[in-house]
């Protein structure tokens, strides 16, 4: 049985946030994508009344897509305790934005927070954990999940991702003994962004993925991947690492879905594409179609 495809439409992501195109525009443009699903982001709505929820669910549905997951940027390490608090309330507030727009085990992204430069490793995870251990009840309450991306940074933040680099990500993923209603949002591009082995860190969360991005990274040409790394290891957004193509860039898809077969897995698949055009996110698009017939049929 084939994987359930999303589209998440990065090429647009400044666009719907800012207003200046709507979500009902954005659900509308992909009627033309081959996709089973549309992935939300928080930033997407322009409030959080039930009554333009349910608008915004019903065009989903009227469409014929599934809303899979909610893209949801939590910081849990900010120094200010008042702050942690909000986020912390913000996040329970999407949980329950994200049964009422997914229904049923539907994935709320979870993330750990900013690298604020002031916060130790050791205070970070342990502000970290303590907000999972308080959303963990509230997703099981609504039946969602909570997924933890490996992620590189909100395009709204200061700082990068508190838990970028893979020891620490996969340190406080084998923290959360919650399997349930917590696991893992896998995201290959953004280990490689990291300066991480992405098939590394895929096995070794591969029993706990619950959701995955597929996107791809190439890189300029006359750059090496080692030129790009920084001292610490991370690369960042850097011009010379583009977007593109899902399977025409540097992660190694047939490795991925290998993996994630041998694992059994059965969640969604969302490409973050089109960064330059529709056309790219259709390829991008066909090519996981492809690959979820090769490996799951």
């Known amino acids: 049985m084939s994987l359930n495809i999303s589209a998440f439409p990065k090429c647009y992501l400044e666009e719907i946030a800012s207003g200046r ?12 994508l081959d996709a089973d699903g549309l992935e939300m ?3 997407f709505f322009t409030t959080f009344e039930n009554g333009y929820l349910d608008c915004v669910g019903e065009a989903i549905q009227s469409a014929s897509f599934a809303m899979p997951m909610l893209c949801c940027s939590p910081d849990f390490t900010s120094p200010d305790a008042s702050k942690r608090k909000r986020e912390i309330e913000r996040e329970a507030h999407m949980i329950r934005i994200t049964r009422r727009l997914g229904g ?3 994935v709320c992204r979870i993330l750990s927070g900013q690298a604020y430069p002031e916060v ?3 205070q970070g995870r342990e502000w970290v954990l303590e907000a999972f251990h308080q959303l963990i009840p509230i997703a099981a309450e609504h039946d969602i999940v909570l997924g933890m991306e490996n992620h590189y940074k909100d395009g709204f933040w200061k700082y990068p991702e ?3 680099k893979m020891e620490r990500f996969v340190n406080i993923v084998d923290a959360v003994f919650e399997r349930d209603h917590f696991g893992v949002q896998y995201d290959p591009s953004n280990a490689i962004v990291a300066g991480d082995d992405p098939v590394e ?11 995955m991005h597929a996107s791809d990274r190439y890189l300029a040409e006359g750059t090496t991947l ?9 690369l960042g957004y850097s011009a010379n690492l583009r977007h593109g193509v899902t399977g025409k860039g540097l992660n190694d898809y047939d490795a991925i879905f290998r993996i994630l077969a041998e694992n059994h897995y059965r969640g969604w698949i969302s490409i973050e594409d089109g960064m330059n055009g529709m056309e ?6 066909a090519f996981l179609r492809k690959m979820s017939d090769r490996y799951f049929n």
Do not use: C, H
């Open 41 to 43: 982001y928080e930033g």
């Open 226 to 234: 080692d030129q790009l790394r920084q001292t610490d290891g991370t």
């Open 162 to 164: 508190f838990a970028q």
């Open 21 to 32: 195109m709507s979500v009902f525009e954005w659900i509308e443009m992909a009627k033309q």
């Open 120 to 122: 130790s490793w050791e």
């Open 280 to 285: 790219e996110m259709a390829e991008s698009l």
């Open 201 to 211: 860190l895929l096995r070794r969360i591969a029993d706990r993925i619950v959701s």
């Open 104 to 106: 049923p085990r539907a």
